[in-house]
């Protein structure tokens, strides 16, 4: 799916939030990528009683993919590590959105030769959909 003006790109899940959750948790283990954090941000809006749809933030990286990225354009560290959110629209269909790898590229002005560096979201977030 090509990327929206705002560089994120959207996919839609088969799945549940928690469902696509784990797909991609299990992806990344199995890949030994570094899960760093997840954001819970519908269970931290329900902790202040306020209603939200299922809506999680999954963060992760590879140090030998990502450090090369800041050498070359620091503030790339911005958008690193990675981030895939996954959550449900007024609808209830599931959606899994991440950062355009291209769309990084050109924000930071990143080597062409370093894009596929972080050209692996595509797949990760295919494979959590699916």
Same mark, same amino acid.
């Given at each position: 799916?090509?990327?929206? &003006? $705002?560089?994120? =790109? #959207?996919?839609?899940?088969?799945? $549940?939030? #928690?469902?696509?959750? &784990?797909?991609?948790?299990?992806?990344?283990?199995?890949?030994?990528?570094?899960? !760093?954090? +997840? %954001? #819970?941000?519908?269970?931290?809006? *329900? /902790?202040? %009683?306020?209603?939200?749809?299922?809506? /999680?933030?999954?963060? !992760?990286? $590879?140090? /030998?993919?990502?450090?090369?990225?800041?050498?070359? *354009?620091?503030?790339?560290?911005? #958008?690193?590590?990675?981030? =895939? +959110?996954?959550?449900?629209? &007024?609808?209830?269909?599931?959606?899994?959105?991440? @950062? $355009?790898?291209?769309?990084?590229?050109?924000?930071?002005? +990143?080597?062409?030769?370093? +894009?596929? @560096?972080?050209?692996? =979201?595509?797949?990760?977030? /295919?494979?959590? &959909?699916?």
């Amino acid at each position: 799916m090509p990327p929206t &003006a $705002s560089g994120l =790109i #959207d996919i839609p899940s088969k799945h $549940s939030v #928690d469902e696509t959750l &784990a797909k991609l948790k299990g992806i990344l283990q199995a890949k030994g990528v570094t899960l !760093f954090a +997840l %954001v #819970d941000h519908s269970g931290e809006a *329900a /902790k202040a %009683v306020i209603k939200m749809r299922p809506t /999680k933030l999954l963060i !992760f990286g $590879s140090p /030998k993919a990502g450090t090369p990225l800041m050498l070359a *354009a620091s503030r790339i560290a911005i #958008d690193l590590p990675l981030k =895939i +959110l996954i959550w449900e629209d &007024a609808q209830g269909k599931v959606w899994v959105t991440y @950062n $355009s790898p291209v769309y990084l590229q050109e924000r930071h002005g +990143l080597p062409v030769e370093l +894009l596929p @560096n972080i050209s692996v =979201i595509e797949a990760l977030g /295919k494979a959590a &959909a699916e």
